[in-house]
């Protein structure tokens, strides 16, 4: 079974730093993309961040774009997301998501439809 384990969420102020860890398991890390969704409450989800585990190939919604950046590590079966000069707007619980995919990762990619192995999400929470 494909199994994503999320972790890292917290509390932090607003400017400061965090980093997210999605560890999975259960199938072959290679031709997947893994992506980082994010929902406030009373909002949809919405896409924040996808990665190729190929290609390494990446994209980043608008909002985070610049202050994110997500990155693998093969190895571990593992996938970050680093996030800088947080905003009390980035608050939401943040969920990894994998589906196999084994081109380079398009926008399409950060629709929540796309991806049918969800982990439990992590509470994130920006404090002005």
């Known amino acids: 079974d494909v199994q994503l384990q999320a972790s890292g969420g917290g509390l932090v102020l607003a400017g400061g730093y965090m980093r997210l860890s999605c560890a999975a398991s259960?199938?072959?890390?290679?031709?997947?993309?893994i992506a980082w969704f994010r929902q406030a409450s009373g909002k949809e989800r919405e896409g924040v961040s996808c990665?190729?585990?190929?290609?390494?190939?990446?994209y980043y919604a608008d909002s985070v774009k610049g202050r994110f950046t997500i990155s693998t590590d093969n190895a571990k079966n593992t996938v970050y997301l680093q996030m800088n000069s947080l905003k009390p707007e980035d608050t939401a619980v943040y969920y990894c998501?994998?589906?196999?995919?084994?081109?380079?990762?398009?926008?399409?990619?950060?629709?929540?439809?796309?991806?049918?192995?969800w982990g439990q999400g992590t509470q994130v929470t920006v404090s002005s």
């Open positions: 990665i190729s585990s190929n290609d390494g190939s990446t």
């Open positions: 998501a994998a589906d196999h995919w084994p081109g380079t990762v398009v926008p399409g990619m950060l629709l929540p439809s796309e991806y049918d192995a």
């Open positions: 259960g199938f072959t890390f290679d031709d997947y993309a």
